[in-house]
């Protein structure tokens, strides 16, 4: 059993392939630094982390597959899912050593098994695009919190760019602890040493809300609750479209 | 803005509320630099509602009143309920601050006639004038055409909407005039013209000048109610299908009747809304224009209403075992799209799988293709030959429907996005 062990990047784990090539030693396990190496293994290598290198294989990727399919490879990283990592690695081996692109093979286990995560990812992304909730605070930021399945926000901003691009906001990943700000010019991750209510809680003090803000919150609860059809409730299609793990940072559902 | 906004919304979205368009998808009005708004891409729906419908848009009334008295329409004069009316400036407002909280992807504007038709267009144009043009604002806009408006209106709308709509409510004419004596066909389908004609000519227009304006880039929809009348599915469908001849037509949508005006008895008493018809004509709508069935193939004079029990492509599937079964490995496209059980998605996925390996039941489950209903209709590398053919239709339906008594209970409402498989 071989294992290598890298820093949990993505780049870094460009780098393992490269290395994997130039060892010819390919990893049964993947092992992030400090992590427990198993009771028996054969070799350990650990990677050490090179834009050059990791450049290199993805430009390498980048002639052998199409743009969606590269796009995939980045996306299912977002995943974080506990083995994501390894089954990259075999993808991107496959692809090297392939005569051609093996990106719609789905009788390859390894093929289909990354399209499934990447659906996945992109249903959150979607998600998140769907129920996030500005909340404006007193100082004219529009603040939005929630904690979505996957590290999807970076995949969400294009989105807000596109929409609101007249206003300040702030999204941010409860979870993750991060997020990204708007100033009205650039987009920036931002990370918060000391955390105020609102990036704990998700949801702004009415203290330093903007005065309208709880109106226009009461305004589109009660939107909600009259425009459904009370001859056609459907409780069952309601979980099913709005799952019940959002609900927690709607607005509407908190009405 | 202020509390008395809360009374407002609350009886004009009310009003709105029958009205089950609710796609903000077809356009592209993309965003512009430093301003608010993007109607680019797919529609997207930010909440649901508690009876499972897509809430995309902000549907609202500018105003509930109304001279007319159609005898399907909670808004009639003839009711006795709180009627509002909205400023121009406050359902602006309420627009641009609900959008800027994520909350919807544009508006959807419709409203009763109060005065004449023109006089209530107008305040709509301005609406939707002020939208663009003041607040600068790039989402999404669905606005009612009302009858009996003039084609000056109808143009001005067009330029700052994204699709327009008239509703034709009843299928039938006869109909459409008992209950609703001030309308005829002539008011519904004048309206739609000109805003064909608008579409028609602004097409004309940017085939001369790139920067021509463009007009309802999305094109017209409208609803019909279903089960007010003693109209048939076939009635309807050949409407639907004539319809969506003419090019600016985009969407039909289906409404199961909800008798919000027990006392008038002109109108069935139903217990419920007719969910389950309703969904079949979406399916049969989708037939339509994504699988290339004709109008005939689904409804005719034999078959003159959907069956509840079975999906209209299974119904035709069994109508015509002949035509089956289809070899996946070999059929085209689009004799793979008429199999039961088969969508677009499916369909597609097996033309690209096959090109790889030759497809067994195995590899067919693999890309996720779902054989329920497909296995009576195909053959691939190792299927059993248990076809249609083999077992007759009558015994294949009985097979499929064996279980479904609770299926459709609870499939009351299905959203017609994707469920023609
Ligand atoms: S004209 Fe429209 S709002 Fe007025 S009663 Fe008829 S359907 Fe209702």
Redesign the interface.
Known sequence: MVIFIYDKTFDGLLTAVFDAYSYKKFPDILLGEGETLPLFYDESFTVTTDSERSERVWKGLQKKLSVPALSQLTTCWLSELPEIDLLLFRYIRKTIDAPRSIE????DPDV?ELSKVFKQVKNER?RV????????AADGT?F?ALKPLYNVLSLVIPYLQ??????KWLLYDLKREYGYYYDLTTVTEVHFEQKEGHLLTGFLDESIMDQ?EK??Q???Q?????????????????R???PARFWKY???KRG | ???S??NK??IL??SA??DVSCASSGTSR??K??????A?GWG????????????SL??IMLTNNCIYDCAYCINRRSNDLPRATFSVTELVN?TI???????IEGLFLSSGVVRNPDYTMERLVRVVKDLRQVYKFN?YIHMKSIPGASQELVNEAGLYADRMSVNIEIPNEQSLQLLAPEKDFQSVFTPMRFIQQGMLQSAEDRKKYRHAPRFVPAGQSTQMIVGATPDKDKDILHLTSALYKRPSMKRVYYS?F?PVNAYDHRLPALK??P?IRENRLYQADWLLRFYNFKVDEIVDDSYPDLDLEIDPKLAWALRHPEAFPIDVNRADYEMLLRVPGLGVKSAK?IV??R???RLGTA?LK??GVVLKKAQYFITCHELPTKTVNELKPENVRRILTQRTNRKID?G????PFDFIN
Request: contains cysteine; hydrophobic residues 40%; aromatic residues 14%.
């Open positions: 719609l093979n789905f009788g289909l979607l695009i769907q129920f996030l909730r500005f909340q404006k529009y939005a596109d929409r609101f691009a007249d206003q309208d109106l226009f009461q305004l589109w009660t939107y909600f609750k009259t425009i459904a059809i009370k001859e056609r409730l459907n409780p069952k299609l309601h099913q479209n709005l709607l607005t509407e | 803005m202020d509390e906004v809360l919304l609350k979205a009310e509320k029958y993309s965003h630099k430093g301003q608010i708004g993007s680019e997207i729906c930010h909440s649901f509602a508690e009876d499972g419908r897509c809430i902000l549907k309420l601050e609900f959008y800027r909280r994520n909350y989402g199961g909800v419920q809304p969910l996925m690209t799988a090109r790889y390996s590899q693999q890309i609870d009351q409402l299905i959203i």
